[in-house]
């Protein structure tokens, strides 16, 4: 989870998170050379009356301030394909889930188990425990296996949604009338929240989502139990 204090991305929980993460901070280090070397001469030129005369016309500056910014782009380009590779690749999943969005709230579907099924709504204020977060806490959390690799089907039934949990680097849109999938592998045991990334409506803040990690035996045992 995030908090006040942090401005950063959240903690990852997947190894798709991870690669994000250090994409981010190889991008940023990239951004921030560029920033202070084009402040640097730009001071530099401002605090200076005399220009130098081959400086707008001449070839080689030319041709310096057009390789650069391409080899820059390869740069970026590169570990962003890469990754956005890995996040479309689908590697035999050991659990299926279906997720459904709906005005204003979300159903899921475990299909390879019986058929469980059930909603998910936001809970009230006044229905929290002392340990629950405030419009992030659903009534029914989707329980998930650790160390497995899952994959979710997302659609809508109404409007555009989109299915997110920022920490497992997933943000899939459930559009009506389309079945998009994504797959992600959590870490470790943990909560993790969520929710609808997309302006789905007047009550568009108030379709939290939470995934609760457990071990293969508590899984096993919460399917049993179901």
């Keep these: 989870m995030s908090t006040w204090s942090n401005f950063s991305l959240q903690d990852s929980n997947s190894p798709l ?3 994000l993460t250090f994409f981010h901070d190889h991008t940023m280090m990239i951004l921030i050379m560029i920033t202070v070397m084009v402040t640097y001469i730009m001071i530099s030129m401002m605090s200076n009356k005399y220009i130098n005369r081959f400086l707008l016309e001449g070839q080689t500056i030319e041709l310096m301030w057009t390789i650069l910014p ?4 390869i740069f970026i380009a590169m570990p962003s394909l890469r990754i956005l590779y890995l996040m479309d690749e689908i590697n035999n999943p050991l659990v299926t889930i279906k997720a459904i969005g ?10 390879d188990f ?5 909603d998910s709504y936001m ?7 002392n340990n629950e977060f405030r419009l992030l806490e659903v009534d029914n959390r989707i329980v998930l296996p650790i160390n497995s690799q899952i994959r979710i089907l997302v659609t809508a039934t109404d409007v555009i949604h989109s ?11 459930a559009t009506p009338g389309r079945l998009n999938q994504g797959s992600f592998v959590i ?6 929240y969520g929710q609808c990334s997309e302006i ?27």
């Design 102 to 111: 709906h005005q204003w709230y979300w159903s899921y579907e475990y299909s």
């Design 123 to 129: 809970k009230p204020t006044e229905s929290l425990e």
């Design 200 to 226: 789905c409506g007047a009550n568009h803040s108030f379709m939290p989502i939470v995934i609760e990690a457990v071990n293969m035996d508590q899984f096993i045992n919460w399917l049993n139990s179901y």
């Design 187 to 192: 870490n470790r045991s943990s909560l993790m």
């Design 70 to 73: 391409a080899v820059t782009l």
């Design 114 to 118: 019986n058929k469980i099924e059930f």
């Design 163 to 173: 299915w997110t949990i920022p920490s497992l680097g997933v943000k899939i849109d």
């Design 17 to 19: 998170m991870e690669q």
